[in-house]
C-alpha cells in the first residue's frame, strides 16, 4: 500500500533518461490525487513530494475539476469509490477534455478487468495490494512516455468488480467513457451492453 518512502539512490552516471532519477529532471513533475480520505492524501504527499514530484490534492471529483482549470498535473491518481462526484465522473471528462494525461486508479471497492491502457485508466492499483516501489515505478513510466496516447478506438474496455456481493458490475463505454452497470451472473469470454448514456454496444470480456 501507499506509504511513506524514501527516494531511490541515482543510477550513476547512465545517459539514458529512463534510467535517471526523477530529481535529477529539470522540473518537478506534478501530480494530482484525487482521494475522498484526507489521510490517504496526506500519506500521498509524504510518499511522493521525497521521490521528487509536487503533489496537489482534491477530496472528490468537483474538487478535481477545480485543480485542472488552475493547472494541469503531469499525471493524475484516482480512487473510485467518492462523495460528490466520484471517480468513474471524473474521469471520464477527463479522458474526454485532456486524453493526453495518463491516469492511474487506485481503488478499494473495486476489482479490475482489463482496466491498464484501458479508455477511463492507464494503470489500477487495489489499496493494500501493491508495494510503493511499484506505484513508483509505474508513475515513472507513464510520466516518461510520449504523451502522445492510443485512441479510444485502441483502447481496453474496462470492467469493474465490487468487492463483496454483488449483482452488477460497472463497465465504461468507449464511445461516450461513462460507466453503467450490468447485470450478473454472466457466462465467462466476451460480452456485450448497451450503455446507459448513449446507447451505444459496448462489448467487454469477463474472465
Not at 474521469?91 to 479508455?119: A, K, Q, T
Request: net charge negative; hydrophobic share 40%; aromatic share 8%.
Amino acid at each position: 500500500m501507499l506509504e511513506s518512502a524514501e527516494p531511490s539512490a541515482e543510477s550513476g552516471s547512465n545517459d539514458n533518461i529512463n534510467n535517471v532519477s526523477v530529481d535529477c529532471m529539470p522540473f518537478r513533475y506534478r501530480i494530482l490525487f484525487v482521494d475522498d480520505e484526507e489521510r490517504l492524501r496526506d500519506i500521498a504527499k509524504a510518499a511522493l513530494e521525497p521521490q521528487g514530484y509536487e503533489v496537489h490534492c482534491a477530496k472528490d471529483g468537483f474538487a478535481g475539476l477545480v485543480a485542472l482549470k488552475e493547472s494541469l498535473p503531469d499525471l493524475i491518481i484516482s480512487d473510485l469509490q467518492m462523495p460528490n462526484m466520484n471517480g468513474f465522473e471524473f474521469l471520464s471528462v477527463v479522458r474526454h477534455r485532456f486524453p493526453h494525461l495518463p491516469v492511474i486508479v487506485i481503488s478499494g471497492e473495486f476489482s479490475g478487468v482489463d482496466v491498464p491502457n484501458s479508455v477511463l485508466a492507464d494503470a489500477f492499483f487495489e489499496k493494500s495490494q501493491y508495494e510503493p516501489d511499484q506505484l513508483f515505478e509505474r508513475i515513472a513510466d507513464l510520466v516518461r512516455t510520449d504523451p502522445i496516447r492510443p485512441s479510444v478506438e485502441k483502447r481496453n474496455t474496462p470492467v469493474w468488480i465490487p468487492h463483496g456481493e454483488s449483482k452488477y458490475i460497472a463497465v465504461t463505454c468507449t464511445h461516450c467513457l461513462r460507466t453503467f452497470s450490468v447485470r450478473t451472473p454472466l457466462a465467462s469470454g466476451i460480452q456485450q451492453a448497451t450503455c446507459d448514456f448513449c446507447s451505444s454496444t459496448v462489448q467487454f470480456r469477463l474472465s
